[in-house]
T-cell receptor, first 112, second 114 residues
Framework: DQQVKQNSPSLSVQEGRISILNCDYT??????FLWYKKYPAEGPTFLIS?????DKNEDGRFTVFLNKSAKHLSLHIVPSQPGDSAVYFC???????????FGTGTSLTVIP | GAGVSQSPSNKVTEKGKDVELRCDPI?????LYWYRQRLGQGLEFLIY????????KSGLPSDRFSAERTGESVSTLTIQRTQQEDSAVYLC????????????FGNGTRLTVT
């Protein structure tokens, strides 16, 4: 049973515009959420995280929003750049932090 | 380098053979994870090691899969009698043990079973 879901397999955005990637989860015990970026033939690279005590975390062009009541998080990239083209995975873990559950990924293409 | 190192980067093997994949975690990271990514799918948890505690093997898909870790260093994932459905990228990740510590991944081993 998929506890973390990314319902959009792909997204295309014009360079300079905002990219919004979405993620939903089902387990209310999750309290730590992460986004990873993956280029072909490389491992996922940690991008940004947020704990459940916050609803927003910002790092440069990347902002993660968490809506606990809706069990939804999103990653905003602004402005989008061609180098941002990659597969983005969201992930979640619970109180124990033992297991990280990953979504199936969204492939972002930023068009120059 | 300071990152997670995996070897080999690619492995082609015949169905029925055993394979061994290796992971060197980041120094100081006590937690180590193995994940698998099949073509077109997400990351599938396989096994988790934390210090000297018993590993969490709940994600291993069959008894053909096993993993070991020596202390807080190198880990090996062994697949016996490989099958074609074992073809995937096997990813290793490590982290500090404290809560809210992100995983850091290696570049994976691409396993192809012919």
């Amino acid at each position: 049973d998929q506890q973390v879901k990314q319902n959009s397999p792909s997204l295309s955005v014009q360079e300079g515009r905002i990219s919004i990637l979405n993620c939903d989860y089902t387990n209310s015990m999750f309290d730590y959420f992460l986004w990873y970026k993956k280029y072909p033939a490389e491992g996922p690279t940690f991008l940004i995280s947020i704990s459940s005590i916050k609803d927003k975390n910002e790092d440069g062009r990347f902002t993660v929003f968490l809506n606990k009541s809706a069990k939804h998080l999103s990653l905003h990239i602004v402005p989008s750049q061609p180098g941002d083209s990659a597969v983005y995975f969201c992930a979640a873990s619970g109180v124990t932090g033992n297991q990280f559950y990953f979504g199936t990924g969204t492939s972002l293409t930023v068009i120059p | 380098g300071a990152g997670v190192s995996q070897s080999p980067s690619n492995k082609v093997t015949e169905k029925g053979k055993d394979v061994e994949l290796r992971c060197d975690p980041i120094s100081g990271h006590t937690a180590l994870y193995w994940y698998r990514q099949r073509l077109g799918q997400g990351l599938e948890f396989l096994i988790y090691f934390q210090g000297n505690s018993a590993p969490d093997k709940s994600g291993l898909p069959s008894d053909r899969f096993s993993a070991e870790r020596t202390g807080e260093s190198v880990s090996t994932l062994t697949i016996q009698r490989t099958q074609q459905e074992d073809s995937a990228v096997y990813l290793c990740a490590s982290s500090f043990s404290q809560t809210n510590s992100p995983l850091h991944f290696g570049n994976g081993t691409r396993l192809t079973v012919t």
